[in-house]
């Protein structure tokens, strides 16, 4: 479209912003001037200043799901509301039933936005019809295609040696949803009838794919067709072609054919481009075929229908006067398609939301003051952690940055690796590191449960020995939550798999513990696998009898100035409020969830220091009721917690208050704390282990990293969602 756009006023200066998905990026032509790493927001903040410096008239945003970073691709949403100048966005995909964070999303789209283009009617009334969005305001636009002739395929077949062939084609990134089994199925039919048939696959495999799955699918359609017994008769083009070499293989093909599985594909460029180059398509009735296919312009069969596919293939290449109908009708209606054509559409669309934005200005600066501003957290660095893990798991302990291999391994930290493996997989870190840690310390905890006593193994030596007949209840309870994390968050099916098996035959064993921060921790795991398996009775039995222990726990300890489950405040303790912050919330009993956050505000107090920053229960002797609270050793554990309670809590209730008290907490890692010292190291990616009365301990261990990783790691996946840290209260989305 840029280019479209250039060629057609040659006087306009186009720029592009692109997006990177992968560490390095990529070799761009001149025009792009600006790159987004995809999950780092401050780099869609910056984006948007270089954009607003550089004086631009009109920005134009090629929205689709998946491309952008942050929860269902939220961080565009930064880079949005910082803009200056007029919003045109280009939907290339309307959801018919989207879920709370896609709706979020395409409500903030359409807000930002001065203008919206979609390629298809469907698309325009759905987004009046479900988003609600001002019919005005709305712009159809098909999608472009390149100014071909309409030319006999025999032109083009000598140069792919198919001459004297009736060639298929279908063409596109190839992943499982483009259902080219359904064609291979097909085809014994038609070669019965038309021996001199060969259909031509032509396009890479997508590279979301790939990184999942490798060849996987190729090579299932490979095996397909020696079953088939028609291998002589497909041809698997297994590369990215160029717009002119795209053209010829178009103009070779007799036949376009677009299988596809999924209804709700509101825009295929790839079926476009064939219509307008005057291709007779036998398409699956999703959205853009249904629509721009009727009144025959192509012929649609029913989804995964290979005899169908065969019917209506054998009937087009037996009537030849129905077939060059087709394709002239195509070709006709495709005149409109065309790229020139296109820009001007586009051109106008320009010059509207120019007008809109002139008659109805923005503010002329979007500068704002520091508490307005989205929190620029440290980067994550996993340097430090990988430093501390071998095959076998998470090392215990540190001296300085160095493992100390003679403390070996225990589940608590493995538990944690686990959890940190899914969140970062979340915030799209590199997919191979972030296997590599899950498959770990996955195989850690499966190594570390004992199926005779149904418990878990704690401490590993290094040389590969438990030292542990049982565990502690707060490492079983830690194993749970990680298990419990895998099933509901991870998206692998076989770490669910895995983590579901064990979480079934770790689960009875929490009914017999005493500890409530073992109930805590399980109970904040089965909150995590009942994201996935809602329906699981049993295990939603065991969150109620939980539930009601930690409540009755709190009645019998609890007075008018002691808002606790214990007469000592110790260790992790925000998480016997989170879990009642999250159960209560997904079980809509107000009683547990205020209970939760009546709770957590009392120990947010308690945690206070008298000059605002956050002070956890030091762990040189804790605080008893009515005696003197420990205010050193300070424990990142502790900061971790909080942070992830107050987040907790943020996500039950929506105010923003809770958001700033988890902010804080994070900030003692970074030096808002009693002595003023960073314990993160940002040279490392390590944590300190703790915060002494004079000093930081400089050892950093695992369970104190972890800390700062997963506090980070929820911080970032917090602030994707919100998208800024102080407006998102006030935000219209």
Same mark, same amino acid.
């Not at 359904?182 to 590279?207: D, R, S």
């Not at 825009?267 to 036998?282: D, H, Q």
């Not at 721009?292 to 989804?303: I, Y």
């Not at 660095?381 to 291999?405: C, E, K, Y």
């Given at each position: 479209m840029l280019a479209a756009v250039q060629a057609a006023h040659p006087q306009t200066q186009c720029i592009a912003v692109s997006v990177n998905d992968l560490p390095g990026g990529y070799e761009y032509p001149e025009v792009v001037r600006f790159e987004i790493e995809e999950q780092d927001l401050s780099s869609y903040l910056r984006a948007a200043d270089f954009l607003n410096i550089s004086n631009v008239d009109v920005v134009c945003l090629q929205h689709e799901f998946g491309i952008f970073g942050g929860?269902?691709?939220?961080?565009?949403?930064?880079?949005?509301?910082?803009?200056?100048? /007029?919003?045109?966005?280009?939907?290339?995909?309307?959801?018919?039933?989207?879920?709370?964070?896609?709706?979020?999303?395409?409500?903030?789209?359409?807000?930002?936005?001065?203008?919206?283009?979609?390629?298809?009617?469907?698309?325009?009334?759905?987004? #009046?019809?479900?988003?609600?969005?001002?019919?005005?305001?709305?712009?159809?636009?098909?999608?472009?295609? /390149?100014?071909?002739?309409?030319?006999?395929?025999?032109?083009?077949?000598?140069?792919? *040696?198919?001459?004297?062939?009736?060639?298929?084609?279908?063409?596109?990134? !190839?992943?499982?949803?483009?259902?080219? +089994?359904?064609?291979?199925?097909?085809?014994?039919?038609?070669?019965?009838?038309?021996?001199?048939?060969?259909?031509?696959?032509?396009? @890479?495999?997508?590279?979301?794919?790939? &990184?999942?799955?490798? +060849?996987?699918?190729?090579?299932?359609?490979?095996?397909?067709?020696?079953?088939?017994?028609?291998?002589?008769?497909?041809?698997?083009?297994?590369?990215?072609?160029?717009?002119?070499?795209?053209?010829?293989?178009?103009?070779?093909?007799?036949?376009?054919?677009?299988?596809?599985?999924? +209804?709700?594909?509101?825009?295929?460029?790839?079926?476009?481009?064939?219509?307008?180059?005057?291709?007779?398509?036998?398409?699956?009735?999703?959205?853009?075929?249904?629509? =721009?296919?009727? *009144?025959?312009?192509?012929?649609?069969?029913?989804?995964? *229908?290979?005899?169908?596919?065969?019917?209506?293939?054998?009937?087009?290449?037996?009537?030849?006067?129905?077939?060059?109908?087709?394709?002239?009708?195509?070709?006709?209606?495709?005149?409109?398609?065309?790229?020139?054509?296109?820009?001007?559409?586009?051109?106008?669309?320009?010059?509207?939301?120019?007008?809109?934005?002139? $008659?109805?200005? &923005?503010?002329?600066?979007?500068?704002?003051?520091?508490?307005?501003?989205?929190? +620029?957290? /440290?980067?994550?660095? =996993?340097?430090?952690?990988?430093?501390?893990?071998?095959?076998?798991?998470?090392? #215990?302990? $540190?001296?300085?940055?160095? /493992?100390?291999?003679? %403390?070996?391994?225990?589940? *608590?930290?493995? $538990?944690?690796?686990?959890?940190?493996?899914?969140?970062?997989?979340?915030?799209?870190?590199?997919?191979?590191?972030?296997?590599?840690? @899950?498959?770990?310390?996955?195989?850690? !905890? #499966?190594?570390?449960?004992?199926?005779?006593?149904?418990?878990?193994?704690?401490?590993?030596?290094?040389?590969?020995?438990?030292?542990?007949? =049982?565990?502690? %209840?707060?490492?079983?309870?830690? $194993?749970?939550?990680a298990l419990g994390t895998a099933v509901g968050r991870s998206p692998f099916r076989s770490f669910q798999m895995m983590a579901g098996q064990l979480f079934a035959l770790a689960l009875p064993a929490l009914n017999g513990f005493s500890s409530p921060r073992a109930w805590a921790f399980g109970l904040i795991g089965i909150h995590e696998y009942l994201r996935r398996l809602g329906g699981d009775s049993l295990v939603n039995q065991i969150r109620e009898a939980l539930v009601s222990r930690l409540m009755e726990l709190f009645d019998a300890a609890s007075t008018p100035d002691w808002h606790w489950f214990e007469e000592e405040l110790s260790y992790d303790n925000a998480k016997l409020a989170h879990a009642l912050i999250a159960s209560g919330h997904a079980t809509t009993q107000p009683a547990v969830l205020n209970r939760g956050l009546q709770v957590l505000r009392w120990l947010i107090d308690v945690q206070m220091s008298e000059k605002g920053h956050f002070r956890p229960i030091g762990s040189n002797g804790f605080y008893r009721r009515g005696g003197q609270r420990a205010n050193f050793d300070q424990q990142p554990v502790e900061a971790h917690a909080t942070v992830s309670a107050c987040l907790e809590a943020y996500r039950a209730t929506g105010d923003i208050w809770w958001y700033d008290h988890a902010q804080r907490a994070f900030d003692w890692f970074i030096g808002w704390n009693d002595l003023g010292l960073e314990l993160y190291s940002p040279e490392t990616g390590g944590c300190r282990d703790g915060l002494h009365v004079d000093r930081v301990n400089g050892n950093q261990g695992a369970e104190s990293t972890l800390a700062f990783l997963l506090s980070l790691a929820e911080l970032q996946l917090a602030q994707n969602t919100l998208t800024s840290f102080k407006e998102t209260a006030a935000a219209v989305l």
């Open positions: 929860p269902v691709g939220s961080h565009i949403l930064a880079l949005l509301r910082e803009l200056r100048m /007029p919003i045109v966005t280009t939907l290339h995909t309307v959801l018919l039933n989207p879920n709370a964070d896609q709706r979020r999303v395409m409500d903030g789209l359409i807000s930002l936005s001065t203008r919206l283009v979609v390629m298809a009617d469907r698309g325009r009334q759905m987004l #009046q019809d479900i988003y609600h969005a001002p019919p005005a305001k709305i712009d159809l636009i098909p999608h472009g295609i /390149p100014d071909v002739g309409f030319v006999d395929p025999t032109y083009f077949k000598d140069q792919f *040696d198919v001459e004297g062939k009736v060639v298929l084609l279908t063409f596109g990134l !190839l992943s499982p949803n483009k259902g080219i +089994e359904h064609v291979l199925n097909a085809l014994p039919q038609i070669l019965a009838e038309f021996p001199e048939v060969v259909y031509i696959v032509l396009g @890479a495999t997508h590279p979301n794919e790939l &990184r999942e799955h490798g +060849e996987a699918y190729r090579l299932s359609l490979e095996i397909l067709a020696k079953k088939n017994k028609i291998e002589k008769s497909v041809i698997f083009y297994n590369q990215f072609v160029d717009i002119e070499n795209l053209k010829e293989f178009i103009g070779a093909a007799d036949l376009y054919i677009t299988p596809y599985l999924n +209804e709700a594909q509101i825009t295929s460029g790839t079926l476009a481009y064939a219509f307008g180059a005057g291709k007779a398509v036998v398409s699956t009735p999703y959205w853009h075929a249904a629509e =721009l296919l009727a *009144d025959d312009r192509g012929v649609l069969v029913p989804f995964a *229908d290979s005899a169908a596919m065969a019917r209506e293939v054998i009937a087009l290449l037996r009537d030849d006067t129905r077939r060059h109908a087709i394709r002239k009708n195509a070709y006709r209606i495709g005149r409109d398609m065309i790229w020139s054509n296109v820009a001007q559409m586009y051109m106008r669309s320009f010059e509207a939301s120019r007008l809109e934005v002139a $008659a109805k200005p &923005r503010k002329s600066l979007a500068i704002k003051t520091l508490d307005r501003k989205p929190r +620029e957290l /440290p980067r994550m660095n =996993l340097t430090h952690l990988a430093r501390m893990t071998d095959s076998t798991g998470v090392f #215990q302990h $540190a001296i300085f940055t160095i /493992p100390n291999f003679s %403390e070996g391994y225990c589940t *608590d930290d493995n $538990a944690r690796a686990l959890i940190l493996s899914v969140l970062l997989g979340e915030l799209g870190e590199d997919p191979s590191t972030v296997r590599s840690l @899950a498959t770990t310390s996955a195989a850690f !905890l #499966q190594h570390g449960f004992d199926p005779r006593t149904q418990r878990f193994h704690n401490h590993l030596s290094f040389d590969r020995r438990w030292l542990d007949e =049982l565990g502690s %209840e707060d490492s079983h309870g830690r $194993a749970l939550w």
